[in-house]
């Protein structure tokens, strides 16, 4: 496993899926750079998620909130009294550990003395920043360390402007900011990440089903986009690790090289933050159901998920090696809706005969989908270097397709082959890439 992990990581480096950021000056810890096909395959996993999400449903309706919240968003969301993690130092070798992922909390793990721990203290994890030209608490702002408050300040501007009704939900992809004490494991824990949450209001006694519906939900989602069923399991929160707002959640965790880690939490609120933010700002977050002519505070059902981890999960999930005539062939066997690339272009020599079928059939495609055009190298080699990439589809050009019309199509996962004609290309791909 790893193995797994190290050959993963620099396949995206050496790719251009995840660069080390600002590289060049020796790098800034726990921070990442998503490189020309990175940037692909995060925007299809985001992109993917809100086709499940919003797109294909009547009851969901988006929301993209500001990063940037005065004090009083999370003074009444409980984060800058809760938002925290106990930190503790080694005397002897000034490394810092967060106390509750230690697996001895006596012994530190990098110098290996016991008992030269200081007590542990609370350390607020939310990015402090300063709006305006003046520095001073009157201009306190904070980075949001999750995208949900923004859904729920919004409950009503929604609520109106939409005219929907519980049971409905409010989806939002951003950015994220947390001051982890210990990032690490590659993306899997950083101090910038993107999330992709929905904020689900239902009448509070329709919770607890609602709340067993979006687990099932979010489960078969990685399922369906190709994760094996082995390398994912769905776990209750025990009652001592719920959250001051949770009547209950469960984690979808996935096998992570070093162990199971979290993908998504979805999480039974309650009215905890309505009713906190309406406290706090004076203003009616509520519900008028005129049918039953009463009001209530919605409860709130909220799958939450970590688009950049989920991105590692499928790119750990679909890496393959096999052996093909003697050679080891590296492979992504990416969903075709996560793969960063869906067809390759790739006339069979730069020979200028070539160059303008190659160019036409590019033409058609790009339209349609993310296209790869590769000209450099043996076609062996090309073919080699988009498995890695993930790409489904290679098409090439070659010198039959001057007399033909054709092109060969060749599958990523099998390696087979079909000679498919120029006029019929858009449609032979369409019924493979829907």
């Not at 060049?24 to 998620?49: E, Q």
């Not at 993209?64 to 409980?78: F, K, R, T």
Request: hydrophobic fraction near 35%; proline fraction near 6%.
């Amino acid at each position: 496993m790893a193995e797994l992990f190290d050959q993963v990581v620099n396949l995206c480096k050496r790719r251009g899926f995840v660069f080390p950021s600002a590289e060049i000056y020796g790098g800034f810890r726990s921070t990442y750079d998503y490189g020309p096909v990175g940037v692909l395959l995060l925007r299809n996993v985001k992109d993917a998620w809100w086709r499940a999400m919003v797109q294909n449903r009547t009851d969901v309706v988006g929301l993209d909130a500001a990063i940037l919240s005065p004090p009083a968003v999370w003074e009444a969301s409980g984060h800058l009294q809760n938002f925290t993690d106990p930190l503790v130092d080694c005397r002897n070798c000034k490394e810092r550990y967060r106390l509750d992922q230690l697996e001895d909390p006596e012994t530190c793990p990098n110098c290996g003395k016991v008992g030269t721990f200081t007590e542990a203290r609370q350390f607020n994890l939310m990015f402090k920043t300063h709006a305006g030209p003046v520095e001073g608490d009157a201009n306190t702002a904070y980075l949001r360390p999750e995208t949900a408050q923004g859904m729920f300040i919004n409950f009503k501007n929604v609520l109106d402007a939409s005219r929907k009704k519980p049971p409905f939900g409010i989806a939002q992809v951003g950015k994220s900011f947390r001051n982890e004490i210990t990032p690490g494991n590659f993306i899997f824990r950083t101090r910038e990440f993107e999330q992709m949450e929905l904020e689900f209001f239902v009448p509070p006694d329709e919770a607890p089903q609602w709340f067993d519906y979006w687990c099932k939900e979010r489960f078969q989602w990685y399922l369906d986009l190709g994760i094996p069923e082995e390398k994912l399991r769905l776990r209750p929160h025990d009652p001592d690790e719920l959250s001051h707002y949770s009547a209950g959640t469960s984690d979808v965790e996935f096998l992570y090289p070093w162990g199971w880690g979290e993908l998504e939490g979805i999480a039974n609120r309650t009215d905890y933050d309505l009713k906190q933010h309406a406290a706090h700002s004076g203003e009616r977050l509520e519900y008028f159901d005129q049918a039953a002519n009463e009001r209530y505070v919605p409860y709130v059902i909220e799958p939450a998920a970590g688009a950049t981890r989920t991105m590692m999960a499928f790119l750990l999930a679909a890496y393959d090696e096999e052996e093909v005539r003697g050679e080891t062939r590296t492979v992504l066997r990416l969903h075709h809706r996560l793969a960063p690339y869906k067809v390759a272009v790739l006339p069979l020599s730069r020979k200028e005969e070539l160059l303008p079928a190659a160019r036409e059939v590019l033409a058609l495609l790009q339209p349609q989908w993310m296209c790869d055009y590769d000209e450099t190298q043996s076609i062996g080699r090309r073919y080699r270097r988009q498995d890695e990439l993930g790409t489904p589809y290679c098409v090439t050009i070659d010198f039959e397709t001057l007399d033909d019309r054709a092109v060969t199509v060749r599958e990523r996962d099998a390696m087979t082959q079909d000679r498919v004609a120029i006029d019929r290309l858009g449609t032979y791909l369409r019924d493979r890439l829907t």
